[in-house]
T-cell receptor, first 115, second 113 residues
Framework: EPEVTQTPSHQVTQMGQEVILRCVPI?????FYWYRQILGQKVEFLVSFYNNEISEKSEIFDDQFSVERPDGSNFTLKIRSTKLEDSAMYFCASSNTGDSYNEQFFGPGTRLTVL | AQSVTQLDSHVSVSEGTPVLLRCNYS??????LFWYVQHPNKGLQLLLK??????LVKGINGFEAEFKKSETSFHLTKPSAHMSDAAEYFC???????????FGAGTRLTVKP
């Protein structure tokens, strides 16, 4: 069964450093998403991406964040200058349509620890 | 704002007894509602979804949920808990004409032998 994969599973970085979190969505999906979950808090929407551009983003997704689909398979989330409060689990998801009734398939997550 | 509230942060049941995980939603329009499950070190897996068709929705692993508009609820149930059901469960709403998922805080289900 096709699945969303994410690498690395755990990333440790120093405050101020740039990190890139990688995701490989399901191959025939066209919509891609990033969510994050700070320890003990809700899963929060960050951004959705379609047709090589951001379609929606939340207030969390500020200028420090960017997303890219550099090739036909990867979908990346970059944090330019990490802060302590960026420590969280980051989930990538994909769906084959952008309809609100359509399931999003989630990856296992990348745990980001900022020291 | 459209959101969901999961009324219990932790539910503990004995194996073989019924499971009830409660969720209330807030939405101005007809929402799409989902239940996802997260096992340790695994991604979020869809259990079931409601998209304005049948109000009683059956999902995987024997779970089902009933959409009750009058109560703005979408509670998740299972007649008989199994040890493998122990996990974190998330109620999720996607507002009408939108595609960003809004998660509840989650309910941790513990199943005792």
């Amino acid at each position: 069964e096709p699945e969303v994969t994410q690498t690395p599973s755990h990333q440790v970085t120093q405050m101020g450093q740039e990190v890139i979190l990688r995701c490989v969505p399901i191959s025939n999906h066209l919509y891609f998403y990033w969510y994050r979950q700070i320890l003990g808090q809700k899963v929060e929407f960050l951004v959705s991406f379609y047709n090589n551009e951001i379609s929606e983003k939340s207030e969390i997704f500020d200028d420090q964040f960017s997303v890219e689909r550099p090739d036909g398979s990867n979908f990346t989330l970059k944090i330019r200058s990490t802060k302590l409060e960026d420590s969280a689990m980051y989930f990538c998801a994909s769906s084959n349509t952008g309809d609100s009734y359509n399931e999003q398939f989630f990856g296992p997550g990348t745990r980001l620890t900022v020291l | 704002a459209q959101s969901v509230t999961q009324l219990d942060s932790h539910v503990s049941v004995s194996e073989g007894t019924p499971v009830l995980l409660r969720c209330n939603y807030s939405s101005s329009y007809s929402p799409s509602l989902f239940w996802y499950v997260q096992h340790p070190n695994k991604g979020l897996q869809l259990l079931l979804k409601y998209t304005s068709a049948a109000t009683l929705v059956k999902g995987i692993n024997g779970f089902e949920a009933e959409f009750k508009k009058s109560e703005t609820s979408f509670h998740l149930t299972k007649p008989s808990a199994h040890m493998s059901d122990a996990a974190e469960y998330f109620c999720v709403v996607i507002p009408y004409n939108n595609n960003d998922m809004r998660f509840g805080a989650g309910t941790r289900l513990t199943v005792k032998p």
